[in-house]
């Protein structure tokens, strides 16, 4: 029997990065594609996962979080933001990011209501929008030429807010680009959301991956700054992150939704029914990563970095059309520059007949023509991965 989705449902697909990765993993491809790192977590924050177990945290945490955590969380954006919340009414733990996500969402959109969102967009929130009965308003995010990087149009964006607005659904640094909005662009979007009175969920869980630029790709910015901090956004923002990508610990799925009481109280409300409270040793390993010193924090970041400039490197070696990104774990490459034309043919096919996975942007996008040739890779992984599946990418070419 085939049973149809929800109508407001049907435009849902499944994500090829399932196919993908285990297309990847039956071929024992180097999987440049899904961005989760092949590193182990740091050592102490394993040994606080454990710790926690060894004494007893077994059962329900409390819906918004054991309070151990959400004044981490506090001190975090304090430490590396200058941003002050209060732990009690400001902040909420949820299962990863996503469920911050999807609560926000879920809280303030009525059947109808336009969310703004960047194109291409992480799968999950136009996924979330078509659940919540709202309408996506994508604001398509320039491919990059060989002259300039992704670039997002400010006016365009501003053009993009009716009366129907409810969200800004903002994602810096981006994924699938690289993208890392500037300050300046923060503010400009700050003013537009101020004078629409419109509400936005910040997807900050890349908050320390950016990267410094290359000595030979001047211009790109290199520092992440919440849109909460921005002129007149604390009282309109939900500052959403998690713990997953910063310690390598994704399939912990401990995120966080950082808002002023009001907007904190609408989150909770629905956040309660999705999936009440999860994880509690792993809340109370979070503690202990968050608090960690400078010196773990620096080596994420730089790692990170050391990553994209070798695969930069190896890629421009071999003359690949390569985009540099100023955060995540992501670069973004025309497969234009390796004979072929179609990313999404060419990731489904590549693992089996290349040996190598990647992703193609074209599934970030509702509108993927002008993506069509690009894939994203992942830097996230061990150095000799990253060698390999270039080379084998290269190999590729015809
Ligand atoms: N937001 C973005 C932009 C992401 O790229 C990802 C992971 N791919 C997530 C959210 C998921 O975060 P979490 O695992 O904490 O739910």
Partial sequence: MSVPLAVRLQGLRTSIFSEVSAAAATHGAANLGQGFPDDAPPPHVVAAAHAALDAGHHQYAPGPGIPALRRAVADHQRRFHGHHVDPETEVTITFGATEAVTAAILALCDPGDEVIVLDPAYDSYPAIIAVAGAVPVRVPIDPPTPQRGWHLDLDRLAAAFSPRTRLLVLNSPHNPTGLVLSVDELDA???????????????????????????????????????????????????????????????????????????????????????????????????????????????????????????????????????????????????????????????????????????????????????????????????EVLVEGVRRLVASRR
């Fill in 189 to 383: 979007i700050a003013a537009t959301c101020v004078r629409h009175d419109v509400v936005a969920v910040t997807d900050e869980v890349y908050e320390h991956l950016v990267v410094h630029p290359h000595p030979r790709d001047e211009g790109a910015v290199a520092h992440h700054v919440p849109l909460a901090t921005r002129p007149g956004m604390a009282e309109r923002t939900i500052t959403v992150s998690s713990a997953g990508k910063t310690f390598s610990v994704t399939g912990w799925k401990i995120g966080w939704a950082i808002a002023p009481p009001p907007l904190t109280t609408a989150v909770r409300a629905v956040k309660q029914f999705l999936s009440f409270a999860g994880g509690t040793p792993l809340q109370h390993a979070v503690v202990t990563a968050l608090g960690s010193d400078d010196d773990t924090y620096a080596e994420v970041t730089e790692r990170n970095a050391r990553r994209h400039h070798l695969l930069l490197d190896h890629l421009r070696a071999a003359d690949v059309a390569v985009t540099p990104s100023a955060g995540t774990y992501f670069l973004t490459v025309d497969i234009a520059s390796l004979g072929y034309d179609d990313g999404e043919a060419y990731a489904r096919t590549a693992p089996a007949a290349h040996g190598v996975a990647v992703v193609p942007l074209a599934a970030f996008s509702a509108t993927p023509e002008p993506v069509r040739s690009l894939v994203r890779l992942a830097a996230c992984k061990r150095e």
